[in-house]
């Protein structure tokens, strides 16, 4: 009998899905394109020689901001897994998943603030409060109007509100409905677009700020919605069409609506199309599966969190080596190819030590949650209990 729409069940939600190693190769692409850009734009002005050769490896990329198109690699992984990291039809599945998600996001997140507080603030003198630390341990600074200790953070309190979206739409039996999913989608990218028209008239409804949010969210939900069609178990028709609409949109429409408006290319809406491109790209036509891109995939969050820890204390101490010293004259791809090493360095061992404990522990403490609800005995009917306690 087929499924009503509306009650689409996920793709995999099983403890036991495989792991998808071509997602893994994108992650570790993504992560380091934000390298790439920060480094670059850090390092390639250590010296007038630097600088002078740095213009495909800095200048370039630059315009096209492929930090941008890392990042919103990212979003669309984002909504492709997390949707189907819940398991509906255990125990608690809401608590699961917080516990799951908070022991994936958190503990090495606790590990870069203070690291990031340290070389960003309080080893060059500058004032960061206790306040304003204490405010960064909790991932929610930008709602309290607080400073990040490092400038990458303001993508994961995004991803949390994404987790927090998956938890309405399972509570409304959304989130597996490609139709639902297509429609929110559409929303928000519709809303973005109105928002930013009225900013380029001059008569602003929301902040910039706030629209990008919209538009952020409205990416991971067409990964969620490319994910559902792909797999072939949800299909449906208009959801289908809505799929491949958007994603005119996001690749073709908005970069010339944008250009068209402000008379600039490229523009912010270029690094949003080409990351739809190369999500398209690695998840269809060339899905890469290597032992190296599988491992850059599981090092990738420790990637994206230490490397401008990493690169910052070296950028200082450089800095404080004469101008025409051989420190501070190298090709900019020197640079990049170091810093790249000690990253990842650091991100294995992050990766060894927190992560993947991290990790092992909010699989069982979720798994010990759902069971715990699973096995819960019904309460006796009585006359004082005529229904079946739920559980």
């Known amino acids: 009998m087929a499924v009503p729409e509306h009650t689409a069940e996920p793709v995999s939600a099983s403890a036991s899905a495989p792991r998808l190693r071509y997602i893994d190769a994108l992650r570790g692409i993504a992560a380091l394109l934000v390298l790439w850009l920060h480094v670059a ?146 929303a928000l990218a519709i809303l973005h677009t109105f928002v930013m028209f009225m900013q380029w008239l001059g008569r602003p409804v929301m902040s910039i700020t706030a629209s990008f949010w919209l538009l952020n969210l409205s990416v991971m939900l067409w990964g969620t919605l490319y994910r559902l069609r792909a797999s072939g178990e949800a299909r449906d028709r208009l959801a289908g069409i809505a799929l491949w609409t958007l994603s005119v949109f996001y690749i073709v429409v908005l970069p010339v609506a944008v250009t068209l408006a402000i008379q600039r290319m490229p523009n912010y809406a270029y690094p949003y199309a080409i990351a739809f491109v190369v999500f398209l790209i690695g998840t269809s036509v060339l899905r890469i599966e290597t032992r190296l891109t599988d491992w850059l995939g599981r090092i990738s969050y420790s990637v994206y969190l230490l490397h401008p820890i990493v690169f910052q204390p070296v950028l200082i101490w450089l800095m404080l080596q004469p101008v025409g010293s051989a420190w501070r004259t190298q090709h900019l791809s020197i640079y990049l190819a170091a810093i790249l090493v000690l990253t990842l360095l650091a991100a294995s061992l992050a990766f060894r030590f927190v992560e993947q404990p991290a990790i092992r522990l909010g699989h069982r403490l979720a798994a010990r949650r759902e069971g715990r609800v699973r096995t819960r005995p019904a309460a006796p009917v009585t006359a004082a209990s005529p229904e079946p306690a739920a559980s």
Do not use: K
């Not at 600088?51 to 800095?58: D, M, T, V």
């Not at 799951?100 to 080893?123: D, G």
């Open 41 to 186: 734009n850090s390092y390639h002005a250590l010296s007038p020689q630097t600088a002078a050769e740095a213009h495909w490896l800095n200048d370039f990329i630059s315009q096209i901001d492929i930090g941008r198109i890392g990042v919103v690699v990212f979003f669309l992984i984002s909504g492709f897994v997390i949707p189907f990291s819940i398991r509906p039809h255990g125990g608690a599945p809401v608590a699961g998943f917080v516990i799951r998600r908070f022991f994936r996001i958190y503990p090495a997140y606790w590990l870069s603030v203070p690291l990031a507080a340290f070389v960003f603030f309080w080893w060059p003198g500058l004032p960061f409060s206790g306040g304003e630390f204490l405010v960064n341990l909790t991932l929610l600074q930008d709602l309290f109007g607080v400073r990040h200790a490092e400038g990458v953070y303001w993508t994961l309190l995004v991803e949390i509100a994404f987790y927090a979206l998956c938890i309405v739409l399972l509570l409304t039996r959304s989130l597996f409905s490609p139709r639902r999913i297509a429609a929110l989608c559409a």
